[in-house]
T-cell receptor, first 114, second 113 residues
Framework: KAGVTQTPRYLIKTRGQQVTLSCSPI?????VSWYQQTPGQGLQFLFEYFSETQRNKGNFPGRFSGRQFSNSRSEMNVSTLELGDSALYLCASSLGNRRNTEAFFGQGTRLTVV | AQSVTQPDIHITVSEGASLELRCNYSYGATPYLFWYVQSPGQGLQLLLKYFSGDTLVQGIKGFEAEFKRSQSSFNLRKPSVHWSDAAEYFCAVAAAGTYKYIFGTGTRLKVLA
């Protein structure tokens, strides 16, 4: 069974630009969550999508947004990039039911803002 | 406020020695608990999880963890460490039935040959 696939693996953007990151979950998984990992703040929850609906949201500004498609693939978008947005962005895939909430992570997208 | 504390930022052990990584959590109700491992430049791999039931849980790679409600702890243990265990370890907590994980700051493990 293929794991969680995130594309691209590495990205360099200029301050003020916007960026879109993609995540393909494990087949059969309907929940996709996104996390930001930085040396200073650690791992922080961005949002979770289930059946194309945002089910939970972290404390990030509105510049961070996401969506999920009918095939469960998800994208996250960051607009008006700031230097502080440089981070490893991790996507996690889960079945989505309430009884078994283990999440399986992709290898991440390393975003560098210059 | 909900939080996870991993008191040890760095731990160094010799290969073959036993290992215990500490994790304490602050949560309103009994949470779901997880341990993940991350190698440099990689994503997170799930080692084990606790939802309910037996408080001693077994995971992959020979790891186990014990949930102690009275101490709000979920410490990770391994009887004999291998050089390939060198990585960063994260403890995480989530409200039962949700996918919003709160992670600890991580413990970086170094293994001496």
């Amino acid at each position: 069974k293929a794991g969680v696939t995130q594309t691209p693996r590495y990205l360099i953007k200029t301050r003020g630009q916007q960026v879109t990151l993609s995540c393909s979950p494990i087949s059969g998984h309907r929940s996709v969550s996104w996390y930001q990992q930085t040396p200073g703040q650690g791992l922080q929850f961005l949002f979770e999508y289930f059946s194309e609906t945002q089910r939970n949201k972290g404390n990030f500004p509105g510049r961070f947004s996401g969506r999920q498609f009918s095939n469960s693939r998800s994208e996250m978008n960051v607009s008006t990039l700031e230097l502080g947005d440089s981070a490893l962005y991790l996507c996690a895939s889960s079945l989505g039911n309430r009884r078994n909430t283990e999440a399986f992570f992709g290898q991440g997208t390393r975003l560098t803002v210059v | 406020a909900q939080s996870v504390t991993q008191p040890d930022i760095h731990i160094t052990v010799s290969e073959g020695a036993s290992l215990e990584l500490r994790c304490n959590y602050s949560y309103g109700a009994t949470p779901y608990l997880f341990w993940y491992v991350q190698s440099p430049g990689q994503g997170l791999q799930l080692l084990l999880k606790y939802f309910s039931g037996d408080t001693l849980v077994q995971g992959i790679k020979g790891f186990e963890a014990e949930f102690k409600r009275s101490q709000s702890s979920f410490n990770l243990r391994k009887p004999s460490v291998h050089w390939s265990d060198a990585a960063e370890y994260f403890c995480a907590v989530a409200a039962a039935g949700t996918y919003k994980y709160i992670f600890g700051t991580g413990t970086r493990l170094k293994v001496l040959a």
